[in-house]
């Protein structure tokens, strides 16, 4: 199995639908990522969750619900999508020592979104 | 606060040229710097980094990194770009505090590799 795994890979939705993505990984990792990359626009940072507890939500408008049950999966619920909302969602994992910053970030392949 | 700037959001090199992508940084405390590589449809995959140590970083598939502190920068190279090298790059810095992790990442550059 592959280090992080995102389902589904592509997903068209309504902006009346609810969706969740999900991101599993097999690294045994304590820290995971949600990440939106739009067309030319940086790749942004959404949440972080670190055993299993948020420690980072940039601004996430609240129609993106993370939800992390244990260290090896992690969800975005979606709901009441905009159009501007369609982008590539990635998933990384990784693992926090004593030193944060010596961290490698293991991405999954992501999930292609349209919203219709 | 931390930033990346990534110079040229498109490189076209020939097939056998070197290959030059450019990444500054600004930091307020000693940084660590990161070169990602994204194909098409695929998620990001680390190519080398820089924590401490030697300045010349060696990462996979020969590309390298040099980090200069005095220049704030961390330009990333190959000396023969092959046609599979055609992907987009990210430069990043990684920021530690107490609350958390946060990699900043530049808006990256898309290589093109021309036969």
């Known amino acids: 199995e592959t280090g992080v795994t995102q389902t589904p890979r592509h997903l068209v939705m309504g902006m009346t639908n609810k969706k969740s993505l999900k991101c599993e990984q097999h690294l045994g990792h304590n820290a995971m990522y949600w990440y939106k990359q739009s067309a030319k626009k940086p790749l942004e940072l959404m949440f972080v969750?670190?055993?299993?507890?948020?420690?980072e939500n940039n601004s996430v408008p609240s129609r993106f619900s993370p939800e992390c049950p244990n260290s090896s999966h992690l969800f975005l619920h979606l709901h009441t999508l905009q159009p501007e909302d369609s982008a590539l969602y990635l998933c990384?994992?990784?693992?926090?020592?004593?030193?944060?910053?010596?961290?490698?970030?293991?991405f999954g392949q992501g999930t292609r979104l349209t919203v219709v | 606060a931390q930033s990346v700037t990534q110079l040229g959001s498109h490189v076209s090199v020939s097939e056998g040229a070197l290959v030059l992508l450019r990444c500054n940084y600004s930091s307020s405390v000693p940084p660590y710097l990161f070169w990602y590589v994204q194909y098409p449809n695929q998620g990001l995959q680390l190519l080398l980094k820089?924590?401490?140590?030697?300045?010349l970083v060696k990462g996979i598939n020969g590309f390298e990194a040099e980090f200069k502190k005095s220049e704030t920068s961390f330009h990333l190279t190959k000396p023969s770009a092959h046609m599979s090298d055609a992907a987009e790059y990210f430069c990043?810095?990684?920021?530690?505090?107490?609350?958390?992790?946060?990699?900043?990442f530049g808006a990256g550059t898309r290589l093109f590799v021309k036969a």
């Open positions: 969750y670190s055993l299993e507890e948020r420690v």
């Open positions: 990384a994992s990784s693992q926090l020592g004593q030193s944060w910053r010596d961290t490698e970030a293991f």
């Open positions: 820089y924590t401490t140590g030697a300045t």
């Open positions: 990043a810095v990684s920021r530690s505090n107490t609350g958390g992790f946060k990699t900043i």
